[in-house]
Nanobody, 118 residues
Framework: QARLVESGGGSVQAGGSLKVSCVVS???????????ISWFRQAPGKEREFVST???????IVPDSMKPRITLSKDCPTNTVTLEMNSLTSDDTAMYYC?????????WGQGTQVTVSS
């Protein structure tokens, strides 16, 4: 089973940007036949929300509402996917999770907290 570890969360000023990473272990993201990494977030008292996906080919899927603010990238040598989001507001405060969808099923990370303060 693949393991995912998120990092890079913390406190950010409104209007600033965040950069969170997801490191995948025990599964070669770029050399395997499949492997999509998705980002979700969940704020207190709210349902988990889809943020974006980078599929195995490198194509990205981002909700229209977030497209102007999001950049996704994948680094094969380090088996890492990075999510960058700018123009942050308090609405972006949440726990951010990455999820791997692959031939063995799915695996989730434990999440990293992002808090946006004004």
């Amino acid at each position: 089973q693949a393991r995912l570890v998120e990092s890079g969360g913390g406190s950010v000023q409104a209007g600033g940007s965040l950069k969170v990473s997801c490191v995948v272990s025990d599964y070669p993201l770029c050399n395997a036949c499949t492997g999509d990494i998705s980002w979700f977030r969940q704020a207190p008292g709210k349902e988990r929300e889809f943020v974006s996906t980078i599929v195995h080919s490198g194509r990205t899927i981002v909700p229209d509402s977030m497209k102007p603010r999001i950049t996704l990238s994948k680094d094969c040598p380090t088996n890492t996917v990075t999510l960058e989001m700018n123009s942050l507001t308090s609405d972006d405060t949440a726990m951010y999770y990455c999820k791997l969808t692959y031939c063995r099923g799915t695996s989730w990370g434990q999440g990293t907290q992002v808090t946006v303060s004004s």
